[in-house]
């Protein structure tokens, strides 16, 4: 009978770790970081709490204030719009897909992660209105010192916190931009759509320093009348394992947000 009911009390102390908030049961290691909160209630889980404060280099997750930027200066006038193609500017010694080397508009270079049309984006904003627009976010460490067409993969860094700030606000159109700027972003951002839930995002992916990889993963779930914004950073010791171990992590926590947002919860 005793061991019966120390059986109990640790099978209710487990359901109430996974149900509860609480990101521990379903992670492990220093490597990881990941933070939810909950766009209504404002309901926050973690998982390595040190560090989901800690900045790193926001990579392509700035693909989304980038677009957002893009569209509320007017730079970029829709989805539209046509960026050409030029192979003698623009083309990449690692990437070398169909995909990459093509003429891009906004939502394609958004969804195969096209740097070459970002950076046309970027000079054509220029650095002051980037500074801008960093305030108006105060998006990480707002810094822009790597230059107008590459400050996002060297010296502008955001920490998992502050992602899941700027995704909010974002997300309520608290920075005051153009309604329309609001509803394409959301658009080109949608990952996957099905009963339970639609998922929103864009990963990041740094070359290695030290001989890690890291990899970014941050983005908003709707799910009946919740809506939860996220960030998940990870290092890996490669580029396919990282991939890898990104999206079970994002699969885990989607199985863990379709608990939380259960009625029955």
């Not at 958004?110 to 740097?115: A, E, H, L």
């Not at 009963?195 to 941050?218: C, F, I, N, Q, S």
């Not at 996220?230 to 999206?247: H, P, Q, V, W």
Request: with cysteine.
């Amino acid at each position: 009978m005793r061991v019966l009911w120390i059986f109990m009390l640790v099978w209710v102390w487990a359901v109430s770790r996974l149900l509860g908030g609480d990101l521990d049961a379903l992670f492990d290691g220093d490597d990881i970081a990941v933070y939810i909160v909950n766009g209504m209630s404002g309901e926050a889980f973690a998982y390595n709490q040190e560090r989901i404060d800690r900045r790193f280099t926001a990579c392509s997750t700035f693909k989304i204030p980038n677009a957002l930027i893009a569209l509320d200066s007017g730079v970029v006038s829709s989805t539209k719009q046509v960026f050409p193609y030029d192979p003698k500017r623009h083309k990449h010694p690692h990437r070398r897909s169909a995909e990459y080397n093509r003429d891009q508009t906004l939502d394609t270079a958004f969804q195969f992660s096209v740097v070459w049309t970002f950076q046309e984006i970027a000079n054509s904003v220029g650095i002051e209105g980037y500074g801008t627009y960093l305030e108006r976010f105060d998006y990480g460490n707002k810094d822009t010192s790597g230059g107008v067409d590459a400050f996002w993969l060297g010296s502008l860094k955001i920490s998992a916190r502050e992602q899941v700030r700027f995704l909010r606000g974002f997300y309520q159109n608290a920075f005051n931009l153009r309604e329309n700027a609001i509803q394409t972003v959301k658009e080109i951002m949608l990952l996957e759509e099905n009963e339970a839930y639609r998922l929103y995002g864009k990963t990041g992916t740094k070359l290695p320093e030290d001989g890690r990889w890291l990899g970014w993963m941050v983005g908003f779930v709707e799910m009946e009348e919740d809506v939860f914004h996220f960030a998940i950073n990870l290092d890996s010791e490669s580029y396919e394992k990282l991939t890898s171990e990104r999206k079970a992590i994002l699969k885990r926590c989607l199985q863990f947000l379709e608990k939380s947002s259960s009625p029955s919860r």
